[in-house]
Each structure stands twice: as C-alpha cells, then as structure tokens.
C-alpha cells in the first residue's frame, strides 16, 4: 500500500502552516513498490488550438464547462504537494497557453516556493509571451515541434507556425530559464526521412530534441496501426552515429538521454513499450479538475479538488493522495492494448 515517509531530517509533528512558510520537506510519497514521487504533472485546460494527427486530429470540442483549478487552487495544490516532497510541478494541457490566466498559474506555481515550474506548450504564442512567463517564475520549458519541414508541420498539426515556434524556441534559448527542450511524436510517416534536421539544430543549441513513442489511446486505433515507430529506430540511428547514453537525474521525467562530443545539444527517448518503462517511475498527475491519476493509463482517479478550499487542508490532501498510491499498479497495461481510461491524452495531460 501507499505510504507517506518522514524525509531525512524532517520534524516530527508537521503542521499545514509549514507548508505556506516554504519549510524543508518533511514527508515523502512512497508507493507499494517502493517508487517515490518527486514529480507532478499538472493539466491547467482540455482545450488546444492545434489539431495534430496524434491526438486531436478533429480539433478540440468543447464537451463540459470549462471548470478548471482556478490559480488559488493551483497555489495550494502546490502547497500541499511539496510538503509531500514534491520539487517539480509542470503544466500541461490540453494546451495551457489557451488559458488566459497562464501567466497567474505559472506564478502561483513559483510564490508556491517550487523548486522547478516547468510547462508543456506547443508554441503558437511562444515568441510573443515567453519573456512573461519567465518573468513570472517558469524555469523549465518543452516545446512541441514535431518535423522541421515546413509542409509537414503544417500537415501534423493544422497550423503554419514553423518559423513563429523556432523564432520563439530561439528567444528562450536567449532567457533566463535553466532548461528548454524540444517534443517531437515518433510517427513512421515524418520519420521516414530520417533526425537529420533535428541534429542540426541541436549542433550548437543548449537543447535537448525529445523522441516520444506514439502511444495508443481509446480513440486512436487506427492511426496508432499505421503510424507506431517504436524507439528502437531512435536508439539504432544515435548508436550508428556515436550517440552515447548519459545518466537520469532523480526527478527527471521519463526521457532517456543522449549526447555526442560534437554537439552541444542532446537526444531524448521517451519509450513507454520499453522494457522497465514504469519501474522508476517518479510522476503523478492531477486532470484540470483536480482529478488525481496515479498512471497516464490508468483506470479510475481520486479527487482532490474538495482539499483545495483552504489552506488548512493541506495535510489531509496529502495524506488522500498517499492513501490512492497504495492502489498504483506496477507498469501500465499498453503492450496488451488496454490504454485504461485514456481516450485522448488532451484528456488527461500527457
């Protein structure tokens, strides 16, 4: 079962108004297998502006009020995860940018007293507000980019942004932040020519080009058939080229990394078919509604949204998350083609 840990050096009784003052950690998250959790992924929206083949390739229809964890709420989620031991907390949608309240949310997260604000966009308002986002406390940032061809990022995703997303990748680069990093979905029709291009722009960019396995969904079966390239074909081109394989830091997300003596930028893989995909995995999400998921395929979720009222709930918010661990499985179920409650990962905040 879950359990929540006394973190090395903690105190003994914790009261909820430690929390709110920024104090040392004093409780870890811990689940029956032994996984601790460092990391949260939170999903600000449902809605996206894009329409990529992989995941929203009719658009994104509105289907139920748009509810979502308002910034106070954000605020002590934050709050009360971090008293869990929870460092790193980023944003994800849906596309996050469609909230006009972006820039409250990412500071929220960061008066919050996170040690790392990351969020997930795709970029279509990147070069015109990234300075604002850093301003407000974000520190880390991935950027969707999914082909460097011009026709075929249109194709992908419905928009002619190309140009607008890397002009805007490029004055992150020049910001603040500690670390900006590039998505891209493994698909077998924009693979077919080859990472060329994305090990171009990597030669002298501090950046990083992540590789996502495209992952089957509830509503995909089809595209999923025709367009699954597993991450063998990223290891079996980085290894021909001298490609070596770096070290995972404790909280990292779920990418494998990669760096070559010549360039300065580095490859990622993100392969949830791998073999041990889930055996250090150190995630959790919560849905734009306060839904706690304990796996992005998992079955069921465990509302939090009733803790988020006061600051005073802290600890009991905690101590319910703790209690949902004790039922995380081991590994998702995707090599037999259950993607559990997932229809859509906009859904859910992938």
């Known amino acids: 079962m879950g359990s929540i840990r006394r973190a090395e050096g903690g105190g003994g009784n914790a009261s909820s108004s430690r929390v709110w003052k920024g104090a040392a950690t004093v409780l870890q998250l811990e689940d029956g297998f032994g996984r601790q959790f460092h990391y949260l992924r939170l999903s600000v929206t449902e809605a996206c502006n894009f329409r990529c083949t992989y995941c929203l390739p009719n658009g994104y229809r509105k289907a139920a009020p748009h509810d979502f964890l308002s910034v106070s709420e954000v605020g002590r989620l934050v709050r009360a995860f971090q008293l869990a031991g929870v460092g790193k907390f980023r944003l994800t949608g849906g596309e996050p940018t469609a909230r006009k309240d972006l820039t409250a949310l990412i500071g929220a997260v960061s008066e919050a007293g996170a040690r790392k604000v990351a969020l997930t966009t795709n970029g279509w308002s ?9 301003a407000a406390g974000l520190t880390h940032l991935n950027v969707s980019v999914d082909s460097f061809d011009k026709g075929t990022f249109a194709r ?11 002009a805007g990748v490029d004055r992150a680069l020049a910001s603040e932040l500690l670390s900006v990093k590039l998505n891209a979905v493994l698909l077998r029709s924009t693979c077919a020519a080859g990472f060329d291009a994305f090990a171009e722009f990597i030669r002298d960019r501090d950046t990083s080009v992540r590789f996502i396995e495209l992952m089957r969904t509830g509503d995909n079966a089809e595209f999923f ?3 699954h390239l597993t991450g063998a074909a990223v290891r079996n081109w980085l290894a021909e080229r001298g490609w070596r394989e770096i070290a995972r830091a404790p909280d990292a997300g779920p990418a494998v990394e990669f760096e070559h003596p010549e360039y300065r930028g580095r490859f ?6 791998g073999a041990g995909f889930c055996d250090n995995c150190n995630r959790l999400r919560v849905t734009a509604r306060g839904q706690l998921r304990l796996c992005l395929f998992g079955r069921g979720g465990v509302d939090l949204r009733d803790l988020l009222q006061h600051d005073e709930q802290a600890l009991e918010l905690t101590e319910r998350v703790s209690v949902a661990l004790g039922a995380k499985s081991a590994g998702h179920r995707l090599h037999a083609g259950d993607p559990g409650d997932t229809r859509r990962l906009a859904e859910v905040g992938g």
């Open 126 to 134: 990147l070069e015109r507000r990234v300075g604002e986002w850093v």
């Open 156 to 166: 992908v995703t419905g928009h002619d942004l190309l140009a607008s997303i890397l």
């Open 225 to 227: 058939a025709a367009e």
């Open 268 to 273: 990622g893989l993100i392969a949830p078919y």
